[in-house]
């Protein structure tokens, strides 16, 4: 019987990297069979497998991302969605001061309830998933983080069913809080003040952003109206420049952690912001996507050398 | 390991690993026990835990032996490890210490009454 259960659990530690297995499966599959035994279980529990598919796959991201750059990736991805989250329930979920615009301009509209689109299901799991987070109950958040990605995914699906119809979210929308999702899986927030803070700032600069555009005014402005902003008003790519600099500044300086934080943790807003350029100006989208391609190259060589690795080219020598 | 938080698993490895070496199964008991049966580490958690701690220099390995055809690794805590937890532990008793001394200074009236008004 101890065979076969060695056997599931040698499987399932497939999940991880064949390295990490070389080091500690010996000690790991020891373990699984001795909390198995403890349990009088011949079987694997499903949980305890899950658990392993999910930390061995953290330890192969881990392979090319530290745990300190994964975290730090995971709190800003967490703050800057949970702040997303919030100004997109406020402002174009909700936003009860357009509700007779949005009547009048969309009469067929069914609505989702007293919003505008089952996307006010999705911020409220990010609002859940941030909540507990901040009393330090990660797990939950990560299961809140799938279920948001999950909803994200099904969305536009169950819109075609006769029943839906709803207008919106884009999948523009959609997409950024499925990468900002999966980006806040990749770790755990070192520093829950310092999560709430970030957050506090992200919500205040988007909150700022919709108000000096007018989003207060009783016209419903749409669901693109972020990305439109950020498109035609804001030029988003002036803003990534100075980013990328400043993660290149940070990589130049020795402070790695810091700069790859940086350069992954825009990688959501940039991608998002090509998809929109992409339709309005695609000369531009090319333009773009060649710089930030070039910008993250460069983060990587700056964070590369300053940490003493070396990249070696040599040419095979086929004539002998 | 200053300016980040120490989470729960990893105030119980420690403190499982304060007294003596220990090896993965007996880690999740005593982890298990600590909490008060509130914190069951999954084998996965845990050993991403230790791995993590090990490169952050807290946890060390200290020998490995065979036990009914199971090899145990065993994890003991560093001297930087013991700092960390001693740390840990001051700001904890600290935290507990003001919580304490305000609940003594709660008014009677509120304590008869059980709680706000």
Not at chain 1, 186 to 190: A, D, F, I, R, S
């Given at each position: 019987m101890s065979t076969i259960l060695e056997h599931q659990y040698r499987r399932t530690l497939r999940w991880y990297p064949s390295s990490w297995r070389a080091q500690h499966e010996e000690a790991v599959i020891g373990t699984l069979l001795d909390v198995a035994e403890g349990e009088n279980r011949s079987r694997p529990r499903l949980s305890e497998q899950l658990n392993l598919a999910v930390n061995g796959l953290l330890t192969r991201i881990g392979i090319f991302l530290p745990a300190r750059v994964r975290d730090g990736v995971a709190a800003v991805a967490l703050a800057t969605g949970t702040a997303f989250a919030t100004s997109f329930f406020v402002f174009l979920e909700w936003s009860p001061w357009t509700a007779a615009d949005r009547v009048a301009e969309l009469p067929l509209d069914p609505g989702f309830g007293p919003f505008v689109n089952p996307g006010v299901i999705v911020c409220a799991l990010w609002a859940l998933g941030f909540l507990f987070a901040v009393l330090g109950r990660y797990q939950i958040t990560r299961v809140l983080m799938v279920m948001a990605i999950l909803v994200a995914v099904a969305i536009p699906v169950v819109s075609h069913l006769p029943f839906a119809g709803w207008v919106g979210p884009s999948s523009t929308n959609l997409g950024f809080f499925e990468l900002l999702g999966a980006l806040s899986l990749?770790?755990?927030?070192?520093s829950r003040v310092r999560l709430g803070i970030g957050t506090g700032i992200a919500m205040a600069v988007l909150v700022a952003i919709y108000k000096h555009d007018g989003a207060f005014r009783p016209y419903y402005s749409g669901d693109h109206f972020f990305w439109w902003l950020m498109d035609?008003?804001?030029?988003l790519d002036l803003l990534l420049v100075p980013t990328f600099l400043v993660a290149i500044g940070f990589g130049l300086a020795g402070r790695g952690t810091t700069a790859a934080v940086i350069a992954i943790s825009t990688l959501p807003w940039a991608a998002a912001y090509l998809v929109v350029l992409a339709v309005t100006d695609p000369v531009q989208a090319i333009f773009c996507a060649a710089w930030l391609t070039a910008g993250l190259s460069v983060v990587s060589i700056a964070v590369l050398k300053r940490s003493g690795f070396e990249i070696v080219v040599r040419r095979r020598d086929d004539s002998r | 390991m200053a300016d980040t938080e120490m989470r729960e698993p990893t105030f119980l490895v420690l403190t499982a690993l304060a007294n003596g070496r220990k090896h993965g199964y007996a880690l999740i008991k005593e982890a298990d026990e600590l909490s008060g049966g509130r914190v069951s580490l999954k084998v996965g958690t845990l050993y991403a835990a230790l791995d993590r701690l090990g490169q952050q220099g807290l946890v060390a390995d200290a020998g490995e032996e065979v036990v009914d055809g199971r090899l145990r690794r065993y994890y003991k805590l560093t001297d930087e490890g013991v700092e960390v937890l001693e740390r840990e532990v001051t700001r904890l008793e600290s935290n507990a210490g003001q919580a304490r001394a305000r609940l003594r200074l709660r008014p009677v009236s509120m304590q008869a009454a059980g709680g706000w008004a």
């Open positions: 990749v770790g755990t927030p070192p035609t008003r804001i030029n | -």
